[in-house]
């Protein structure tokens, strides 16, 4: 048994740094943290709407008393349940890939909230999205709050005296995904790199990146691991992750060597030992996808390097 409890609200890991959970983890409940030393607070990300991150900054203002007045904000990818609540945190320099920051421009929450207006308009998609998470967010009243300071690999702050490094892993579960890792603390924040006991969504790709995530984070001296959905957990609930992508990846090759269909093969994948893992689809379709496509290029790639390769051009 894990020695977090998994319970709405914030949670102390006794070393300056705090995880927000909301449980069950499912579409859009994700998890927050807060990096404190001194007077200094930095905040990874907020949530899918302004109640929520409205709630989760009372709990930490209650708690610390230099979250009165939180400095910074990280962003760990352009998804909605991690940057919806930026607003509130007024005047705080915002920080994020430059992919991030990219994909977030082009998915403002204020598209979001006209779909969740006119979801009856919109088919099958649009009662989708009304069940999952129209129903149970409220996006009118929010306002996209982009990054204002972005990097392109890794960048170095300090919170206090403490360093965090963040790094970025992407494109894997987005086009622009960072780790936020706390090397005093032992804790990393991985954001949707990490979804523990559920299945994650890929929604950029490809799964090599994600398990070198995976591996990079494994690599580290960490004991505390807080996913971006899930509870907290350490490197065991990484290793679970990497153990999935790399079963998803070799069932996924099988069937695509075998010529079968993608959706077909996104049916046809047994669960199997992660099969208790909670989702509101058994397994993406839109995983397989990516994957699919991506071997798809890497079989054309290949094909279009050996005719050109030394050795098989013709003497003509
Ligand atoms: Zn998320
Ligand atoms: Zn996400």
């Known amino acids: 048994m894990s020695k977090w409890q998994y319970t709405?609200?914030?949670?102390?890991?006794?070393?300056?740094?705090?995880?927000?959970?909301?449980?069950?983890?499912?579409?859009?409940?994700?998890?927050?943290?807060?990096?404190?030393?001194?007077?200094?607070?930095?905040?990874?990300?907020?949530?899918?709407?302004?109640?929520?991150?409205?709630?989760?900054?009372?709990?930490?203002?209650?708690?610390?008393?230099?979250?009165?007045?939180?400095g910074r904000l990280v962003n760990t990818h352009a998804n909605g349940d991690h940057t919806f609540g930026n607003q509130l945190v007024a005047g705080a320099e915002i920080i994020a890939s430059r992919a991030c920051a990219e994909e977030m421009k082009e998915r403002p929450a204020e598209e979001l909230a006209a779909m969740q207006?006119?979801?009856?308009?919109?088919?099958?998609?649009?009662?989708?999205?009304?069940?999952?998470?129209?129903?149970?967010?409220?996006?009118?009243?929010?306002?996209?709050?982009?990054?204002?300071?972005?990097?392109?690999?890794?960048?170095?702050?300090?919170?206090?005296?403490?360093?965090?490094?963040l790094k970025n892993v992407g494109p894997a579960h987005t086009r622009g995904d960072i780790l936020v890792h706390v090397p005093q603390d032992r804790t990393v924040f991985t954001g949707?790199?990490?979804?523990?006991?559920?299945?994650?969504?890929?929604?950029?790709?490809?799964v090599d990146n994600w398990v070198a995530a995976c591996d990079r984070i494994l690599a580290w001296d960490a004991e505390t691991v807080v996913p971006g959905h899930g509870p907290i957990t350490d490197k065991?609930?990484?290793?679970?992750?990497?153990?999935?992508?790399?079963?998803?990846k070799q069932e996924a090759r099988k069937r695509f060597d075998a010529g079968m269909p993608v959706f077909a093969a996104a049916r046809d994948i047994a669960l199997d030992r992660f099969a208790g893992w909670g989702s509101t689809q058994p397994l993406d379709t839109m995983q397989l996808f990516g994957e699919m496509g991506r071997l798809r290029a890497e079989l054309k790639a290949r094909a279009a390097a050996h005719a050109h390769a030394p050795g098989h051009q013709h003497a003509d």
Not at 124 to 146: I, Y
Not at 236 to 248: E, S
């Open 192 to 206: 949707d790199i990490l979804f523990v006991e559920g299945h994650p969504v890929l929604w950029a790709g490809p």
């Open 8 to 70: 709405k609200g914030l949670h102390d890991l006794g070393t300056g740094c705090f995880a927000y959970l909301q449980p069950d983890g499912s579409w859009g409940f994700s998890n927050a943290g807060l990096i404190v030393d001194g007077d200094q607070t930095l905040l990874v990300d907020t949530l899918f709407d302004l109640a929520l991150t409205c709630e989760m900054l009372g709990q930490m203002r209650a708690a610390v008393p230099a979250a009165k007045s939180i």
């Open 117 to 165: 207006r006119n979801w009856r308009q919109l088919g099958e998609a649009g009662a989708f999205l009304h069940e999952v998470m129209g129903s149970k967010f409220k996006w009118d009243d929010v306002r996209n709050t982009p990054p204002t300071r972005v990097f392109e690999d890794e960048l170095r702050l300090k919170v206090g005296d403490k360093e965090v490094l």
């Open 236 to 248: 065991r609930g990484v290793q679970a992750m990497k153990d999935y992508l790399l079963y998803i």
